[in-house]
């Protein structure tokens, strides 16, 4: 109970969050625009451009469209579950300070410190792929002087306000949206032979052991694969934080997150699979240092649009300075929320006269670049801290799923009335249980092949799964040191701390 009402006593400096709090708080400045594309954007990145091949050149068409459309489903009820709660309650922290709320403070002591270090960890990632990237144009000039221009064009872009942050991402997420769009034009006129001078149908759909390759086996193999394409699109929760009318953008957003699935995955998807043979070498090697062989590149090199590797590594180039911005952002409003909670040091909590945290964003752009720089030191430490944040978004999502489970629980037993809700998730409880169920199933099976072998493969165990007992330290130590106990839901805050 002590812990309950420390916990509900810090809740009390949220309330303003603010326009007018200036200097102390961060402010309401992203516009519905901003929150769309935030979250369409978040789902659209590497992933889909260059994932995609391998994936159907493993579970074949069909078995690639099973697998994104699963995790497609479960995306979507996470997401009406985040929006349930960040309508009522637009906090910067999110689903970290749901958990704290909702089900334990440890709880969400751990997601938070874990979603923290899994994007200061991707902004690493992405300044190493934008130098690989711009090898394309220039191999002459080294990495390290295109990874640090662009590791100071994603701070600059952070620093400035967060309207300069929204402004960013509006703009990145429409030229990938634009080129998905008219990929997908493209490939269907291809499909017909409207295009490309030949009527290729769905023969490709019947080749070899197509529409699926090696089973339900295969199927399973790729859902770790589709569910980190789909990494990002919690980033809606954490900006509402900052949305200017978090009553209407945010669900307004959250409604974008079903027929974004549908038209970029699953449309791209089944194009890619009906122009190119799934038993293509090509499909495999599409990745940040083959450019050339990205399977949206073979499509448009197909019906000969010229300069279709160097259109695309632009567009991939976006892709990637769009998610270290977005990742800088959620990370610093992480550690921010966090330090305002005291579940991180004080002085990360300080705000200057534009609303940005900027000790909390200088704090993760160090991490971010020691990170980055382990990568030209030591291959083997920057793949340890590589695969310690793969787990993460995952159990983010599950961290999600349990918060709302509990939120409505809570909501229902304090008597409230779940039609007042500006916006409700439907299926529930089936939503977040299901939602729940196969986050777990991805977490524990990614590397199911290493317990097949004739002897297991502990090292690749071990560098699978090693986020895990990270986790469960973070969560576990807090409780022991903070003794916190599960919040009875009679006893679960709803304090609206939006702006007023």
Same mark, same amino acid.
């Given at each position: 109970m002590e812990a309950i009402r420390s916990y509900k006593g810090r809740e009390n400096n949220q309330k303003n969050q603010n326009n007018n709090e200036g200097g102390e708080n961060i402010k309401r400045n992203l516009k519905a625009r901003h929150m769309t594309m935030i979250a369409i954007g978040g789902s659209i990145g590497t992933g889909l451009f260059l994932a995609t091949g391998a994936s159907i050149?493993?579970?074949?068409?069909?078995g690639a469209l099973i697998a994104y459309?699963?995790?497609?489903?479960?995306?979507?009820?996470?997401?009406?579950?985040?929006?349930?709660?960040?309508?009522?309650?637009?906090?910067?922290?999110?689903?970290?300070?749901?958990a704290s709320r909702f089900v334990d403070p440890a709880l969400g002591f751990a997601l938070g410190w874990n979603y923290w270090f899994n994007w200061a960890v991707t902004l690493a990632v992405e300044i190493v792929a934008s130098a690989i990237i711009m090898k394309f144009w220039f191999p002459e000039v080294p990495s390290i002087i295109w990874s640090a221009l662009f590791l100071g064009l994603i701070f600059l872009l952070n620093a400035l306000s967060v309207k300069s942050y929204g402004e960013s991402e509006y703009w990145f997420a429409l030229v990938k949206v634009v080129t998905i769009i008219v990929f997908i034009g493209v490939g269907v006129l291809t499909i017909f032979g409207i295009l490309g001078g030949e009527f290729i149908g769905f023969k490709n759909f019947t080749l070899g052991d197509a529409p699926i390759n090696g089973g339900l086996l295969s199927i399973l193999s790729i859902f770790f694969i589709a569910g980190f394409s789909f990494q990002g699109t919690?980033?809606?929760? $954490? #900006?509402?934080?900052? /949305?200017?009318?978090?009553?209407?953008?945010?669900?307004?957003?959250?409604?974008?997150?079903?027929?974004?699935?549908?038209?970029?995955?699953?449309?791209?998807?089944?194009?890619?699979?009906?122009?190119?043979?799934?038993t293509s070498p090509d499909l495999l090697g599409g990745d940040v240092d083959n450019i050339g062989v990205s399977p949206f590149t073979l499509v448009f090199e197909k019906v000969g $649009? #010229?300069?279709?590797? /160097?259109?695309?590594n632009a567009v991939i180039l976006t892709s990637v300075l769009s998610a270290g911005t977005s990742g800088l952002y959620a990370s610093t409003r992480m550690l921010w929320a966090m330090a305002r909670d005291g579940q991180a040091p004080k002085f990360l909590q300080n705000v200057n006269n534009r609303g940005i945290p900027m000790n909390a964003l200088v704090m993760t752009t160090i991490i971010g670049g020691l990170a980055f720089l382990t990568s030209i030191f030591g291959d083997k430490v920057y793949t340890w801290l590589l695969n310690a944040s793969g787990l993460t978004g995952f159990i983010t999502w599950v961290g999600i799923a349990v918060s709302h489970y509990r939120f409505r629980k809570a909501y229902i037993a304090q008597g409230r009335d779940i039609n007042d809700l500006k916006f409700r998730a439907k299926w529930?409880?089936?939503?977040?249980?299901l939602a729940f169920a196969m986050c777990v199933f991805v977490i524990l099976g990614q590397n199911y092949q290493a317990f097949l072998t004739s002897?297991?493969?502990?090292?690749?165990?071990?560098?699978?799964?090693?986020?895990?007992?990270?986790f469960l330290a973070l969560w576990l130590?807090?409780?022991?040191?903070?003794?916190?106990?599960?919040?009875?839901?009679?006893?679960?805050?709803?304090?609206?701390?939006?702006?007023?």
């Open positions: 050149q493993t579970a074949g068409p069909g459309g699963a995790i497609g489903i479960m995306v979507y009820f996470l997401m009406t579950s985040l929006g349930e709660m960040a309508t009522l309650m637009p906090i910067s922290g999110s689903f970290s300070t749901y919690e980033l809606v929760g $954490i #900006a509402a934080g900052e /949305s200017e009318d978090p009553e209407k953008n945010v669900p307004k957003a959250i409604r974008q997150v079903f027929w974004r699935i549908l038209l970029f995955y699953i449309a791209a998807i089944a194009v890619i699979g009906l122009i190119i043979p799934y $649009i #010229a300069f279709a590797a /160097s259109v695309m529930f409880p089936i939503g977040p249980i002897e297991i493969d502990w090292y690749g165990v071990a560098v699978s799964y090693i986020g895990l007992p990270i130590g807090y409780k022991l040191v903070h003794k916190t106990k599960y919040v009875p839901l009679e006893e679960c805050s709803f304090e609206d701390t939006s702006s007023k």
